[in-house]
């Protein structure tokens, strides 16, 4: 019984302390444009007060309110814009805080100096003290303004590339193409085009010609075969309604085939009873069948071409981090059957599994297809450069990698979760060359 209503009590609590630590940094960002307003007009500063207030409300209500209702959203988009610009405003919030400590530490480190200052010269005249504590008040308020005037500009710089992000980024879809080179591989296969997206979070689209375009960009290319590495939705198989005449028209020789992600359980809503979570999960994986995709839960398909076979696997989630996401794939059963197969490719969403089971246990795996991290959709990838804060949470994140004979290729995804943009780390299509030599 006390367990329980711990249990029930848990998210009211950490809703309530999410407002009070939140209220805490408005309050302190508020003294500083306080601080910043102290010579404008009376009318202006009320003005400035009150849309500052009016927006951090409007924030958490509307936040509260959303993710209230979020399992009867057909799109997740209007949460996911209302929390992306509440995400902006907390950006622009956390930088002028920054240097508002700035500030204060340096005008308590100059009180300080001061008051120090007065005991060890004592010999100095009453006068020239005043005129020096008054000089050193002067410089420490101009010091002052002039860091709360540069924390504004500079708080508005990330605001600045986020919008960006949104407007630009989102559906600025790249092709990356990799030569894979795999020994073993059957002189037939040689050439052999794999295209793969993940990621997609239909959910979350909020511009469905742009979304589109970049299938179409995927078509030009005319693979052999097309993989999909998971997170076709946020959490609903509604997110689908709207996009299913956008996905179904991916195609190719060798089919489509499919593993699903973290998101592909309905495990991130709230729903009414288990049974709803089940009906809806059988309407998600009915989805796939009716794109025309195969989807592979733990299991295995052989491809053939000219006489000569390679093998592809599908598992389904598998994480490292099983306390944040759910693990279900059963790599062993999966591979049931493949044992003579020259190449295996694995499709595993999240790329941990790779270092977590793949590389010790399964050294017949070649090639590994993952996405899960969306290369945090924010980062910098110019030439041999290439950061994100996403590589402190996962050791592969964005690109290709390799380990002896066994390789690892981590699609950035086609589409977005939470902030409804890219800065830097733009979505992707992958196409993938297989050789022999």
């Not at 595993?348 to 017949?364: C, F, T, V, Y």
């Not at 590589?391 to 592969?396: G, L, T």
């Amino acid at each position: 019984m006390g367990g329980s209503i711990i249990k029930s009590l848990g998210p009211i609590f950490f809703s309530f302390m999410t407002i009070f630590i939140g209220l805490l940094l408005d309050l302190y960002v508020f003294s500083g444009l306080v601080s910043l307003m102290k010579n404008r007009s009376k009318r202006f500063r009320m003005i400035v007060y009150f849309i500052f207030w009016t927006v951090n409300v409007v924030g958490y209500v509307s936040t509260t309110i959303i993710r209230h209702y979020y399992s009867q959203l057909t799109s997740q988009f209007p949460y996911s814009f209302i929390t992306a610009l509440f995400f902006l405003w907390f950006i622009i919030k956390l930088f002028f805080v920054a240097f508002l400590l700035v500030t204060d530490i340096l005008s308590f480190f100059r009180w300080l100096f001061f008051n120090l200052k007065q005991h060890v010269i004592a010999k100095r005249t009453v006068n020239d003290d005043n005129e020096n504590e008054n000089n050193v008040q002067k410089n420490a308020i101009s010091r002052s303004e002039f860091l709360l005037k540069t924390s504004t500009i500079i708080a508005a710089v990330p605001a600045v590339a986020l919008s960006y992000g949104i407007i630009s980024g989102a559906h600025d879809y790249r092709v990356r193409r990799e030569r894979i080179v795999l020994p073993r591989l059957p002189k037939s296969f040689d050439g052999f085009k794999i295209a793969q997206i993940s990621d997609i979070h239909s959910g979350s689209f909020w511009n469905k010609t742009a979304v589109q375009g970049g299938i179409e960009m995927l078509m030009l290319e005319k693979p052999d075969i097309i993989l999909f590495t998971g997170d076709l939705v946020n959490s609903l198989s509604s997110e689908m309604d709207n996009y299913f005449n956008v996905f179904n028209k991916l195609k190719a020789d060798f089919g489509v085939h499919s593993v699903l992600g973290n998101h592909d359980y309905g495990t991130y809503v709230k729903w009414d009873s288990r049974q709803a979570q089940i009906a809806d999960h059988a309407r998600f994986l009915k989805v796939h069948d009716e794109m025309g995709w195969n989807l592979m839960l733990n299991q295995n398909h052989v491809i053939e071409q000219s006489g000569d076979k390679i093998g592809l696997i599908g598992v389904e989630n598998w994480s490292s981090q099983h306390k944040r996401f759910p693990t279900y794939g059963d790599l062993k059963k999966a591979k049931k059957g493949m044992e003579e197969m020259p190449v295996k490719i694995l499709m595993s969403h999240d790329p941990s599994h790779w270092q977590g089971e793949i590389l010790p246990l399964h050294k017949d795996i070649d090639l590994t297809l993952s996405g899960h991290t969306h290369g945090m959709q924010f980062g910098i990838e110019m030439g041999d450069i290439k950061w994100s804060p996403v590589q402190y949470f996962y050791k592969e994140w964005a690109g290709l990698y390799q380990q002896n004979n066994q390789y690892l290729y981590v699609n950035r995804g086609y589409g977005y979760l939470g902030y409804p943009g890219r800065f830097g780390i733009l979505p992707e299509i992958t196409i993938l060359e297989l050789s022999s030599t």
